[in-house]
């Protein structure tokens, strides 16, 4: 059979309709700022992530900072929280924040999916697209005392009473932790419309729904919980990804399982309408030489991220695709 693949990056359409039944960064002249062109480190940066601390959002918009910071690109880097609705408070204030070349949002494909469950006045085509920077793939979790000590365990008991099963994800419907459970329903046999997914703002918050047994399994990005991996308190059943993670190599992928299914998530940083083309080029010129630097080569590797970079127009075109494709999609499952 051919294998079933959800390559978002690739084009999410075709998979989402089976799986049916993210501050001008020039420095202020006269206080001692560099331009990302006269040798010295960019200062006067901020980065908005649109959910709550301890997410996939956070951890990446806070290792790009810390890069940044640790390879003198950029000093005094500010990442700060503005969570709610799935992300869309923080894309309101983007959009709001028009021409200012100092801010950025951090953002993925749970943005995308929450500007149109939330039916947000403010959409991503608004933002001006700086970079896609990384690829990841989802995990399937529990919490270390869980019953299930296998995916086939997890998936015998779901199938059993999909209902009872209680599934989090930390994104709203029409983001990647609720694409793909939907998709690994469907892909097992089960209607997705049985499913009994609970929506969090962000890793940060499915984190103690998991620990606490509120639900019976998380679908979320792996490097969300590499701690409490290392740490003993979770467990990764499966990864999505094509072949073996190298800092998980001891776990199976869905596809190694049995179960005919690959899924990779991404994300990337956007900033508010209107600003300058310097603005913008001083951003692309800090983002592409955080990208370049050893410190972020060892990032990926440490996070198990995959490098997706690209910008400016190239991640526009990107973005445009990802959001016609999910509002297509979300209008087939009825949720936009």
């Not at 992530?49 to 880097?77: L, S």
């Not at 930390?170 to 997705?192: E, F, Y």
């Not at 990005?221 to 094509?242: P, W, Y």
Request: hydrophobic residues 40%; contains cysteine; aromatic residues 6%.
């Amino acid at each position: 059979m051919a294998t079933r693949r959800n390559l978002l990056v690739m084009g999410v359409a075709a998979t989402a309709a089976v799986a049916l039944a993210a501050c001008g960064a020039t420095a202020d002249k006269g206080e001692g700022g560099g331009s990302a062109n006269d040798g010295k480190p960019v200062t006067g940066l901020r980065i908005m992530v649109p959910n709550t601390p301890g997410g996939g959002y956070d951890t990446t918009a806070r290792t790009a900072a810390k890069v940044m910071e640790d390879a003198k690109i950029a000093t005094g880097v500010q990442v700060f929280n503005l969570p709610g609705a799935g992300g869309t408070v923080g894309l309101q204030r983007t959009v709001n924040e028009k021409g200012n070349g100092k801010l950025a949002m951090q953002m993925g494909l749970g943005v995308v999916g929450a500007s149109y469950t939330s039916k947000s006045a403010a959409t991503l085509t608004q933002t001006t697209p700086l970079a896609k920077m990384i690829e990841e793939a989802g995990a399937i979790v529990v919490p270390k005392d869980s019953p299930y000590k296998t995916i086939n365990d997890l998936i015998a008991a779901w199938k059993a009473d999909p209902k009872k099963i209680a599934v989090g994800g930390g994104s709203s419907p029409g983001g990647p932790d609720h694409l793909l459970p939907m998709q690994l329903a469907k892909t097992v046999g089960i209607d997705p419309r049985q499913v009994n997914f609970v929506s969090y703002d962000g890793g940060g918050e499915l984190l103690p729904a998991l620990l606490g047994g509120k639900v019976a399994f998380g679908a979320s990005g792996f490097g969300e919980f590499l701690k409490q991996v290392e740490a003993g308190q979770i467990r990764v059943l499966a990864v999505t990804s094509e072949a073996p993670i190298d800092v998980l190599k001891d776990v199976p992928t869905l596809k190694s399982s049995g179960i005919d299914l690959v899924f990779t998530n991404w994300r990337g940083i956007v900033a508010p309408p209107g600003i300058s083309e310097a603005d913008k080029k001083v951003w692309i010129d800090v983002l592409t030489k955080m990208h370049d630097s050893a410190e972020w080569k060892a990032e990926l590797a440490k996070r198990g991220w995959t490098d997706a970079f690209v910008t400016g127009d190239e991640f526009g075109t990107f973005l445009t695709e990802q959001d016609k494709a999910v509002a297509d999609i979300l209008k087939q499952l009825g949720l936009a």
